[in-house]
């Protein structure tokens, strides 16, 4: 009798390979989405804090009171306090879908989903 070596592997191994990558994916993609999110309200508050900062230079250089409001066309724009399009900052900037609201110089700036994802400015 010859020995004989094997050149593959058995369907037995492959299906304790996949089992192995099923279970290792079923714990990671909950931590990737959670992290995803994550991420996504940060950023969306960091964008808050520089909205409420824009609102308050914006005051300071044109005296303006606590109770006026910026425009997005006073904040935003090409030498402004925020680089982009005003009409993108006022429909749609949060990385989540939201939509922020200026409001006065002495109220913070809010997204729409403050309350259902907490992009909030703490």
């Not at 993609?29 to 959670?34: A, E, G, I, K, V």
């Not at 409420?52 to 006073?74: C, F, G, I, L, V």
Request: charged share 20%.
């Amino acid at each position: 009798m010859s020995n004989k070596h094997r050149l593959g592997f058995t369907l037995v191994e492959m299906m304790i390979v996949v089992l192995i990558i099923g279970v290792l994916l079923a714990i990671a993609l909950p931590n990737f989405s959670h992290a995803r999110e994550t991420s996504k309200r940060n950023t969306c508050i960091a964008a808050l804090r520089r909205i409420e900062s824009a609102k308050y230079q914006w005051a300071m250089e044109h005296n303006r009171e606590a109770t006026d409001t910026p425009d997005w066309s006073d904040l935003v724009g090409p030498g402004k306090y925020l680089k982009g399009n005003p009409a993108n900052f006022a429909t749609s900037s949060c990385p989540s879908g939201g939509v922020y609201t200026m409001n006065n110089v002495s109220t913070p700036p809010q997204c729409s989903l403050e309350a259902t994802l907490g992009h909030k400015i703490d």
